[in-house]
Nanobody, 115 residues
Framework: VQLVESGGGLVQPGGSLRLSCAASGFAFSTYTMRWYRQAPGKEREWVATITSAGGSTFYGDSVKGRFTISRDNAKNTVNLKMNSLKPEDTAVYYC?????????WGQGTQVTVSS
């Protein structure tokens, strides 16, 4: 089982980034997918959720209206489009796969928002 995040980097405030998570080794289309983030010295924070078929999405209050989660079950990928980025969005972003029996995590990708 692998979840591999990509797309992180350094961006100026107000800018955009698109994170991707490539999944392998499990039945991706049957899992709810989530993005979490963890800033230095803080607890891991839930960011967004997309249901297995992609029919429903949910967002944390701090990112609602700025971030968009999407998935492609044919390509086993989940994405997070981040707009209007703020310095407080700086964190390591993690991809998470969940169903009633199993849960998997990626290694994370660093996002730094700074001028």
């Amino acid at each position: 089982v692998q979840l591999v995040e990509s797309g992180g980097g350094l961006v100026q405030p107000g800018g955009s980034l698109r994170l991707s998570c490539a999944a392998s080794g499990f039945a991706f289309s049957t899992y709810t997918m989530r993005w979490y983030r963890q800033a230095p010295g803080k607890e891991r924070e839930w960011v967004a959720t997309i249901t297995s078929a992609g029919g429903s999405t949910f967002y944390g209050d701090s990112v609602k209206g700025r971030f968009t989660i999407s998935r492609d079950n044919a390509k086993n990928t989940v994405n997070l489009k981040m707009n209007s980025l703020k310095p407080e969005d700086t964190a390591v972003y993690y991809c998470n796969a969940w169903n009633r029996r199993d849960e998997y995590w990626g290694q994370g990708t660093q996002v730094t928002v700074s001028s």
